[in-house]
Nanobody, 126 residues
Framework: QVHLVESGGGLVQTGGSLRLSCRDS????????MGWFRQAAGKEREFVAS????????DYKDSVRGRFTISRDNAKSTQYLQMNNLKPEDTAVYYC???????????????????WGQGTQVTVSS
């Protein structure tokens, strides 16, 4: 069973930083591709970043590449999203996501992701 719990959201000024965490209290974390999505008010949920089993391969939405860094600590069953140089357009609810164990592929399509956290609000003030 997969249970994803995010933390680390909040209010920050433009140019500031936040680090989101997502812990999986279930099993098989080490064999799951993990990712982050976000949904701004009135908009569709969109892909932000993803990371493979051992962290050797990552993918990012173009607008966050170079500012955001996804990482994971398999010993802690936790993934992270370090967000630097935040902009008002980054304001959204951020969701942790996981694929089925042993599924491969850093998909940016939310339909390919099987498990979701409850979301954490990130607000960037101008």
């Amino acid at each position: 069973q997969v249970h994803l719990v995010e933390s680390g959201g909040g209010l920050v000024q433009t140019g500031g930083s936040l680090r989101l965490s997502c812990r999986d209290s279930g099993d098989s974390f080490n064999y799951r591709v993990m990712g982050w999505f976000r949904q701004a008010a009135g908009k569709e949920r969109e892909f932000v970043a993803s990371i493979n089993y051992v962290g050797g391969s990552t993918d990012y939405k173009d607008s966050v590449r170079g500012r955001f860094t996804i990482s994971r600590d398999n010993a802690k069953s936790t993934q992270y999203l370090q967000m630097n140089n935040l902009k008002p357009e980054d304001t959204a609810v951020y969701y942790c996501a996981a694929r089925q164990a042993y599924d491969w592929g850093l998909s940016s399509d939310s339909k390919d992701w099987n498990y979701w956290g409850q979301g954490t609000q990130v607000t960037v003030s101008s």
